[in-house]
């Protein structure tokens, strides 16, 4: 279903975000097309006008929530990777308030439908997702650092899990300390309190 057409979006919202809220109570295999129609409010003749199957309404769930997050960004991080090769070492730092500011912002403003997300990665094909970054995106930058390919995934899941653990706590206090306090925090986990580069940063002089 092509969601830039007006007479599905409503109906589409409403679908995604019924899978979403169920998915906070239940696996998704627990969870039936019955379920779905009362949460979202129309009629199993409204579903299957639309999907074939819960799982291509789980494929654009996930995309409702990719596109969601994509919209806090000035500018469109799926564009960042061609300008990977020719932009200045310094750029290639994404660990810095241009970019963390709108991801918090994102998190803050959209708290249960990020934490459900991320409890059902899984479910929601988060997993292919991040090898399609890393291999477009990622592995390019850590090419212009020269890091060793064998460490390079290693190295990533360092990045990741420790930001999302960061993320984890700020849930817990619903979000209550401010994004540029949550910011400075994951900036001095990676850099550390004066600025001096920690080992899962490149130490390799970037290829020109």
């Not at 696996?27 to 409010?41: D, H, K, N, Q, V």
Request: aromatic letters at 12%.
């Amino acid at each position: 279903m092509n969601k830039s057409e007006s007479k599905y979006f409503r109906t589409a919202q409403k679908m995604d975000l019924a899978l979403i809220s169920l998915l906070k109570k239940k696996p998704l295999a627990y969870i039936t097309i019955s379920e779905l129609c009362e949460t979202a409010g129309v009629n199993r003749s409204t579903f299957y006008l639309h999907y074939e199957s819960i799982g291509e309404l789980l494929n654009e769930a996930t995309q409702y929530l990719i596109d969601g997050f994509l919209s806090y960004f000035i500018s469109d991080p799926r564009n960042i990777q061609l300008d990977v090769a020719a932009c200045e070492p310094h750029e290639l730092n994404f660990i810095c308030d241009r970019y963390l500011t709108p991801y918090l912002t994102y998190i803050k403003e959209n708290r249960e439908i990020f934490a459900t997300a991320m409890a059902n990665g899984s479910s929601l094909g988060f997993d292919r997702i991040y090898a399609r970054m890393f291999a477009h995106f990622f592995d390019p930058i850590l090419d212009r650092f020269r890091y060793p390919q064998e460490d390079r995934r290693y190295v990533m899941m360092y990045y990741l899990s420790g930001i999302s653990a960061i993320n984890a706590e700020w849930l817990k206090d619903n979000c209550q300390k401010p994004i540029a306090e949550i910011a400075r925090i994951i900036q001095e986990c990676i850099f550390g309190l004066n600025g001096q580069l920690l080992p899962l940063c490149p130490p390799h002089e970037p290829v020109q």
